[in-house]
């Protein structure tokens, strides 16, 4: 079976979408499917590392370097189109560039099924964002498409529920996001620290990083650390190192930028509790890593993986106008006011549900059926 993947990037520093993506193909892979690549790239970012992708005999075609506000350029339909008729299946992630479109497009014209993972892009806050232009965007370009797509893939039911109340299309496939559960397995010494709480992710306002920041710094006591861990816009990156110096905080919390690999593991592994009190999060890869290093996570209840987490036990949600964010914060990672075992059932709860090899291989069976007259 051919399968080509598109993304409008597969730089990591981008987000979610790009690392689950990277999870999904490396495991579909593995499982002997023939998994194309189309991704563009920036100049601001440069060209993504690909060296894993090429050992797992995955063929990556990077279009770019994109520009203007659809993130085009001039050979990206022809290269798009030629792409999409050589393959069987097409799955596509993301909805808001001209590589979607024009994946889309040609995909119609071939008559080839596409799914499309909108990545939490229809979600009302985020259309909400930009609102006149994207309704336009909507309307114009995007609208019929949608309809059009063998299936939409949400990765959980809060996603799916959005998309059906905002358009009618011919089926929503639910599959969640995963992680390759080796990657978590091995031995790692975590970093030696007092108390820490760790936000990882993406900088950007949706996020709330500053909101964490402002209730650490009410917590008691001086010995507890804060790591903001992730890359977003210079400006607003900056606007978050101001505010912890304004809140004299410098020699409490850490900018450590993107990371991976092993200081990843180091830092969730050495995390007291995990936090991400996200405006809007359709899924939340970073959850799941953080609770397959089997710490804890307190989260927003906008977080779509927050009922699930609740429910089983690893980990508590709260509204964003809760008045106990920081007593939870004190409760949990200073005082770790957890039960005995809370590691091993984190480990356990994502290790039941999030392995890529699993969702690739019920990916598979749904290309099947779609391909099925």
Known sequence: MKVLHVIASMDDRTGGPALALRGLALAQAKLGLEVTIASGWESDHG????????AANIRVNLIGPLRGVLKTTADLKDTITRLVADHGIIHIHGVWEDLQYRAMKAAR??????VVRPCGMLDPWSLSQGSIKKKVYFLLRLQGNLRYA?????TSMVEARGIGSLLSVRQILVEPNGLELSDFS?????????????????LHEKKKPEFLIESFARLPGSNTRLIIAGDGVATYRTKLVQLVADLGLEE????????SGREKLQILQGASLFVLPSQQENFGVSVIEALACGTPVLLSDQVALAEEVTREGVGLALPLDSPDWCRVLEEKSIRGNWPADISERCRNFV???YSWGEIAGRW???YERLLSP
């Open 150 to 154: 063998s299936a939409l893939h949400a």
């Open 351 to 353: 290790a039941k549900r």
């Open 109 to 114: 014209r071939f008559r080839i099924p596409y």
């Open 252 to 259: 409490r919390v850490e900018f450590p930028g993107h990371v």
């Open 47 to 54: 060209e993504p590392d690909l060296s894993e992708f090429k």
């Open 186 to 202: 091995g031995p790692v010494q975590p970093l030696e620290s007092p108390p820490t709480i760790v936000y990882l992710g993406r």
């Open 364 to 366: 598979a069976t749904h």
